[in-house]
């Protein structure tokens, strides 16, 4: 099984780059993918199954049809669970082999002050501060839905905390907290990265190997905003 998180920075419908971005969402054959700062006309499988965020409001960096988050998977979804703000985040139980598996798709906001989706206003970072405690509570709360459990997205700010390059040291803290307390794994601590695949013990007992998507932004060197990627793939093993 491999599972993919990357943040491609809403390409729109006639974006020259597309295609290749397309290229390699194909090239890396992911079972189920956290795509981040996405769009509609991005599908990764043809016949799968996606759970979307709320679409943006239209702005001059925003192109029709865009989110914060999607979740595609190929396999068919059990349940989709609501989440603390469904701008931000989507997250289902999918039927996949060997287990139910459940799937969380975020975005953890930057340093901005602007909640641009509802409005308000919050201190440097607060939005950020906010949401890492507002999801981790939700975390815990969904972690005995399943137990095989993806959490992955953008959480603009690295994990390791001896890596300062974006982010809060209080935020960090928090984050690396709750995976403890859940004894979920983060597998993606490499220095600089901010788009991070987290799992639950039965995954992490079955993790092979770790790859990367536009490794230095070697891929799209003109596309500045889009991220990183990963993707990591699992031997089989049963649950539990």
């Given at each position: ?192 990265m901010i788009d991070h695949l987290c799992v639950s013990r039965p995954l992490a007992a079955s993790f092979d190997r770790l790859e990367w998507l536009n490794p230095n932004n070697e891929a799209f060197p003109k596309q500045r905003g889009i991220h990183v990627g990963a993707v990591a793939q699992f031997r ?5």
């Amino acid at each position: 099984m491999r599972i993919g998180t990357w943040n491609i920075d809403k390409p729109p419908a006639g974006a020259r780059h597309l295609p290749q971005v397309r290229q390699v969402t194909e090239e890396a054959d992911c079972d189920a993918w956290i795509l981040t700062e996405t769009v509609d006309h991005l599908t990764p499988f043809e016949n799968g199954t996606v759970l979307h965020s709320l679409e943006l409001p239209l702005n001059s960096n925003t192109p029709p049809h865009s989110r914060q988050v999607s979740v595609h998977c190929r396999y068919p979804l059990l349940r989709r669970f609501e989440v603390p703000d469904p701008f931000y985040a989507a997250a289902g139980l999918f039927d996949a082999p060997g287990g139910p598996l459940l799937l969380y798709g975020l975005i953890l906001s930057y340093h901005g002050r602007r909640n641009h989706f509802d409005g308000s206003e919050w201190p440097v970072w607060g939005l950020h501060r906010h949401q890492v405690q507002l999801f981790s509570r939700h975390w815990r709360e969904l972690a005995g839905e399943a137990e095989r459990m993806v959490v992955a997205g953008d959480f603009n700010t690295t994990l390791d905390p001896d890596d300062r390059f974006y982010g809060l040291k209080d935020t960090r803290k928090q984050l690396n907290e709750t995976l403890n307390e859940l004894d979920w794994t983060a597998l993606t601590t490499s220095p600089r990265m901010i788009d991070h695949l987290c799992v639950s013990r039965p995954l992490a007992a079955s993790f092979d190997r770790l790859e990367w998507l536009n490794p230095n932004n070697e891929a799209f060197p003109k596309q500045r905003g889009i991220h990183v990627g990963a993707v990591a793939q699992f031997r089989e093993a049963p649950v539990g």
